[in-house]
């Protein structure tokens, strides 16, 4: 389990790692709980596995959990095509889906929901209807984007980052035959790099400037808010408007809208630091490492935890409780440990290795493309083209 996370130049960080049994509630409500001891999300972007959502909702009650558009998309492709005989007919089935997903507010979704329902002209339609109403509609508050805009997500309405975050993951384990101490120590070293990288980030953007944000109204910005949120900002100033402002997008981003904008550049005024999210201030994490400054860094060896909780148990009880305590310590260690085994190493065979991944549903309706022309059913060895 990969936890990813966002800074304040808008880069991803690895949050957390748990190795899991299985996949159920139960394993993901334990790294769920011992995640929360850090910090407790307030947006958290899934995929649909229930198991997941429901644990989520159980140890974080008060987060949001955002659902993938991707992964729904190509969830309704791969089990709706069945029913159409004709692409057409298909193609217009997910367009008018696509165009409920992405309506701006409800007005909006209840004509294209209401434009969908009426388009049902076949019982193929009916079929693939039904599915997105058993399957996806009751969880519409978490995808829907005139529901997902009521609140910060930062953009993130897919678990994309997550996706590519494996590769700098698998960057640094370079092999799958590792044992324990090797993944920690390889994961241990990626996140040192990483913190520097990311204070690095953080140190760059306080001394340069981009031409683009010597706006006047960012002139208390600059230094002290992250480029990414000074671009979002100015792309807003350069459409400032009095009306019509909906907060979607200070919603959204946590930044000043360009209804705000307006006010503010009409009156003279220049945005003040405290109305942007101290997600995206460069000194947010300053204050973080000063208020954890005087907090005792936790043992992270196993064997010094449990050499401490016994030395504290043992000093802390009168003395007869301590000959107890000591008595059964040195019972267990005469009983001894059971030996561990490396797992079976299974011996290299000669040739290529056959490691293809399993196709996702959503590609075997597609078929086969070449990558030569782009075409369906051939490859780039039988094409004619």
Not at 159 to 184: I, Q, W
Request: hydrophobic share 35%.
């Amino acid at each position: 389990m990969n936890i990813v996370g966002i800074t304040a130049t808008y880069a991803s960080f690895n949050a957390g790692f748990a190795f899991l049994q299985q996949e159920t509630f139960e394993y993901y409500e334990w790294a769920l709980g011992c995640f929360a001891n850090v910090v407790k999300p307030r947006v958290i972007a899934t995929d649909r596995e229930v198991a997941l959502m429901s644990a989520i909702k159980t140890v974080f009650p008060e987060a949001q959990n955002v659902l993938c558009v991707w992964h729904i998309e190509k969830n309704v492709l791969a089990h709706t095509s069945k029913y159409f005989a004709e692409a057409n007919e298909l193609h217009e089935f997910l367009k008018l889906w696509t165009s409920c997903v992405r309506a701006e507010n409800e007005e909006e979704y209840a004509s294209k929901l209401c434009e969908l329902e009426e388009s049902n002209s076949s019982a193929a339609w009916e079929q693939a209807l039904s599915y997105v109403r058993d399957v996806w509609l009751p969880h519409s508050d978490r995808f829907l984007r005139h529901k997902t805009n009521g609140y910060m997500h930062l953009g993130t309405i897919s678990t994309s980052r997550g996706e590519g975050n494996h590769h700098a993951l698998k960057t640094y384990l370079k092999t799958p035959r590792c044992d324990m101490l090797m993944v920690f120590d390889r994961l241990k070293l990626m996140l040192q790099n990483q913190f520097v990288e990311h204070k690095q980030s953080i140190e760059a953007e306080k001394i340069s400037t981009s031409d683009k944000h010597l706006l006047p109204c960012l002139r208390k910005l600059v230094g002290r808010v992250s480029k990414f949120a000074l671009t979002k900002i100015s792309e807003q100033a350069r459409c400032a408007q009095q009306d019509g402002c909906t907060r979607s997008f200070t919603s959204v981003w946590g930044l000043p809208c360009k209804h705000r904008i307006w006010q503010l550049e009409h009156h003279g005024y220049a945005l003040d630091p405290s109305e942007v999210h101290m997600q995206w201030h460069l000194d947010g994490d300053d204050l973080v490492a000063e208020a954890n400054a005087s907090e005792p860094a936790a043992p992270l060896s196993p064997r010094s935890s449990v050499l401490s909780a016994l030395r504290e148990q043992l000093y802390s009880r009168e003395y007869s409780d301590g000959v107890v305590l000591a008595a059964n310590v040195g019972e267990l260690l005469r009983t001894g440990m059971p030996h561990l085994q490396e797992p079976q190493v299974v011996t290299r065979r000669r040739g290529r290795p056959k490691n293809r991944r399993d196709k996702s549903a959503f590609e075997y309706v597609h078929g086969n493309k070449c990558s030569r022309c782009g075409g369906a059913g051939h490859n780039a060895r039988t094409c004619t083209q």
